[in-house]
């Protein structure tokens, strides 16, 4: 008798499932309004006609006084880093906002180089 029980044994009739399978007609996942590689502020200022870097640049100033005028080593080497990390933003909005340039006077217009 234990044989022919365990012949008819399932363990999906014994557990309870945990996923449901998707309904039809159920909700669809809005499509995306644009799709964006991660970094919306840098976006934003490469978006704009008329980008303003001052504030960048400003605290770029800012960090690289702390840089030079801190008491600690450990506040000069993060106030360093810091500034370094202000240089390379700026550096990258600058390339960006050349490609864009490139890319929107045509492929006549680009300058070889």
Do not use: H
């Amino acid at each position: 008798m234990a044989s022919d029980e365990l012949k008819s044994f399932k363990v999906g009739d014994k557990v309870k499932k945990t996923v449901e399978p998707p309904r039809p007609g159920a909700k669809a996942e809005p499509a995306p309004q644009a799709a964006s590689v991660g970094f919306p502020r840098i976006e934003a200022v490469v978006e704009q006609d008329q980008p303003d870097l001052t504030g960048l640049q400003a605290r770029r100033a800012e960090l690289s006084t702390l840089a030079t005028g801190a008491k600690a080593n450990k506040d000069k080497a993060a106030a360093k880093k810091a500034a370094l990390a202000y240089q390379r933003a700026e550096e990258l909005i600058a390339y960006l906002l050349e490609t864009k340039a490139k890319m929107t006077a045509g492929p006549g217009q680009a300058s070889s180089g």
